[in-house]
């Protein structure tokens, strides 16, 4: 245990062979390769990156906090690990860094800089809206127009499940992940319990944190439109402020997705974009955004008020990978220890969705455990099984 605060260790980027080492020595040189690809950025650019990624695999964290916007809190974050290797770091804050630190290189906050602003990763989310796996999507969503509303918040509920499948970092350079999917195998399955929850009287908002852009988002729009045709008063649609993590979703996610919805020959594909326009305009559906969501903190790290916004609302769902080890505090824990002990300090009841694609797993059965890890033993980032887990 971690003498600190009796919690698990920490995931580090250290040990050879594991999963958080390859991000940084294997999917981040592809991930710069790309950038360096879908963009003509000029020589000093292309430089910076380059100079990040080598100092980010031999190199030692420099002690100034990158430019941008949450400088003092970047600032406090630095302090324990300035001048230390990066092979020392935490996985989860080492990538939140690393994601920080990209946006700096390409001159994201610069604002005498004409790259000021432009998505680094905006071609490769741009991709998905047009490509096949989104219309077979479209078409699984329209044969769901006649389903009884209750029975199609459960299948969207799903849909919003597997479509964290769609992680452009996750396909960074694995090509194949994801391609042609299927619904796997969910692991652990605690729809009933959120279904309980969302139907709950009472006026209090539902608050959706997104993880993807794309595919994901938009199964995530559809689920929130559910949501609100099956009773629920408001939901909050909470995104980063600036690009992370390759395909996390911004608020410009949002609206391009609306765009796209409408541009698609499927016509209950505009309907519902019609629909979550109107939601927002009424304010039935709001977009919010956080300091707190790019910053290498883990949720038992919670601002004050961001706190409080969770412990005011009906449910919190938390989407994607990112936000469950955000959650679990990404440490080494027994895959066995009970979902409701390591979530239990959240300030309210919370629903995670989440498609395996990291060493992190708790709260499976023992028995379960077992027989996953001799079957299919990549089940915990092969990114097949998933989780719906919640702690009321």
Do not use: C
Request: charged content about 25%.
């Amino acid at each position: 245990m971690d003498d600190a605060n009796g919690l698990p260790p920490r995931i580090g980027i250290d040990r050879p062979g594991s999963f958080s080492r390859s991000v940084f020595h294997e999917r981040h040189p592809v991930l710069i390769a790309n950038l360096l690809e879908d963009f003509p950025y000029p020589p000093r650019i292309r430089a910076e990156l380059e100079e990040l990624l080598a100092e980010s695999l031999d190199g030692t964290v420099p002690a100034e906090p990158p430019p941008g916007p949450d400088t003092a809190a970047w600032a406090a974050q630095l302090a324990p690990y300035a001048g230390k290797p990066w092979n020392d770091l935490p996985f989860l804050w080492a990538e939140a860094y690393f994601y920080r630190r990209l946006l700096d290189a390409v001159q994201y906050f610069d604002l005498s800089s004409p790259w000021r602003g432009v998505d680094p990763f905006a071609p490769q989310k741009g991709r998905q809206h047009d490509g096949p796996e989104m219309l077979r999507d479209l078409d699984a969503y329209a044969a769901l127009a006649e389903t009884d509303p209750a029975e199609r918040r459960r299948s969207l509920l799903h849909a919003a499940l597997w479509g964290n499948q769609a992680d452009l970092g996750f396909r960074t350079n694995n090509l194949q992940a994801g391609q042609g999917e299927s619904a796997g195998d969910v692991v652990v399955d605690d729809s009933d319990a959120v279904a309980e929850l969302l139907d709950a009287p009472g006026h209090a908002p539902v608050i959706v944190v997104a993880d993807n852009a794309g595919r994901e988002i938009t199964a995530d729009l559809a689920l929130i439109d559910s949501l609100l045709e099956t009773g629920t008063t408001a939901v909050e649609l909470h995104l980063k402020a600036d690009p992370f993590f390759v395909s996390d979703a911004t608020g410009q996610d949002v609206l391009a997705t609306l765009d796209a919805l409408d541009s698609i020959p499927n016509e209950p594909a505009g309907t519902l974009a019609t629909r979550l326009r109107e939601a927002i305009g009424t304010g039935r559906l709001e977009l919010r955004t956080h300091g707190f969501y790019t910053l290498p903190s883990t949720y038992r790290e919670l601002p004050a008020d961001l706190a409080t916004e969770f412990a005011a609302a009906k449910l919190v769902i938390l989407k994607g990978d990112l936000n469950y080890r955000r959650l679990t505090g990404d440490r080494e824990w027994d895959p066995a220890t009970p979902f409701d002990t390591v979530a239990s300090y959240f300030p309210g009841p919370v629903a995670a969705l989440r498609t395996a694609k990291s060493d992190l797993a708790v709260g499976i059965d023992p028995a379960r455990l077992a027989e996953l890890d001799q079957d299919t033993p990549d089940w915990r980032t092969s990114g097949t099984h998933a989780m719906i887990q919640v702690r009321r």
